[in-house]
């Protein structure tokens, strides 16, 4: 398995709901790779399969989303609300209780 087929694998593993980083993703990798894990994310060919969106950054706030578009940006925050996550100035709210630990 490559290393953005287990990234995919991880971030397919957050239950709705959740959210998790790129820290503790990586770290569910044993890697110290976050901004690979992001490249990864940025070039998910499957985002229905596998919710990239649940990926935010270890400050909470949202990070991007299918590259830097603001559009997208805005997709990712309605994504993350219709799964019942909190956002508020691009910053998700009670980060502590949302976050899905691997």
Do not use: H, W
Request: glycine letters at 8%.
């Amino acid at each position: 398995m490559g290393f953005y087929d287990e990234v995919y694998k991880f971030c397919r593993q957050i239950p709705e709901g959740k959210v998790s980083t790129y820290k503790e993703l990586a770290n569910a990798m044993n890697t110290k790779a976050y901004r690979a894990v992001g490249r990864a994310l940025r070039n998910n060919p499957d985002p229905v399969k596998t919710p990239c969106y649940k990926i935010v950054r270890n400050n909470g706030e949202i990070g991007g989303y299918s590259g830097s578009n603001p559009k997208n940006i805005k997709k990712k925050i309605e994504k993350l609300k219709n799964d019942g996550i909190e956002v508020k100035n691009n910053k998700i709210i009670n980060l502590k209780e949302k976050l899905y630990r691997f």
